[in-house]
DNA sequence: TTTACATATCTAGAAATTTAGATATGTTTT
DNA sequence: AAAACATATCTAAATTTCTAGATATGTAAA
């Protein structure tokens, strides 16, 4: 894991707000339909309707943030759900404290 | 303090270099001629000799890490001498441990 | 087995970052 | 006061990031 990539991922503020709103999917999103809890995490659709942004540039951002190992998706029939990847989170915390 | 502009600082390989190297001036850095101690950091110079970019843009790094509160600039004479803001980088990392 | 839907990828233009050379500023030395 | 030196700022080109529209892919529904 590198500092570099995980900080270029947080160099973003819609890309730090949609890991701040996967802290806590029930206060920040509807409830699903297909499913009724977010142990998967968050469908694409409703995170884009969060950003504001276009469906396009939404998924390029999750993956983005895949890509970094910050969350982690799961399909689910026609949707995909992300969460976040907690142990990589805190060890990039972890990673920052004793190296920078 | 904010996240994104702390990251931005972040996101790049010679500045998070930079900010490790102030960590252990003595083991990183060449004793400096005018004065006998690193408590006001490490001038310019020496900074960019271990950087291997060139002297503006080494500059400009040190004056964006300071835009964003990371490093402390200190006048001696002709020297420009930097050191790290410790307060507010482990603010940072609280922050982060916090929000993200 | 088409059609509809959710998400991903491709393409591309606008904006920001990276980096160096040239020049400016401030300080010291001659 | 001029020359020398350390650092900062200006300008500009190359690269990267940001973002959306168009299109592709995978899944489910009709």
Redesign the pocket.
Known sequence: MKIIEIS?VL??K?RVDILKWLKDPEANFPPHQDIDHFDDGV???FIQDKTG?????T??Y??AMQNADLVI?T?H????YYKRNEPVIQAYIELLKREI
């Open positions: 270029k160099s973003n819609t469908c694409v659709g942004l276009s469906q396009s540039t998924s390029t999750l993956h998706p399909r029939g026609k949707w995909t």
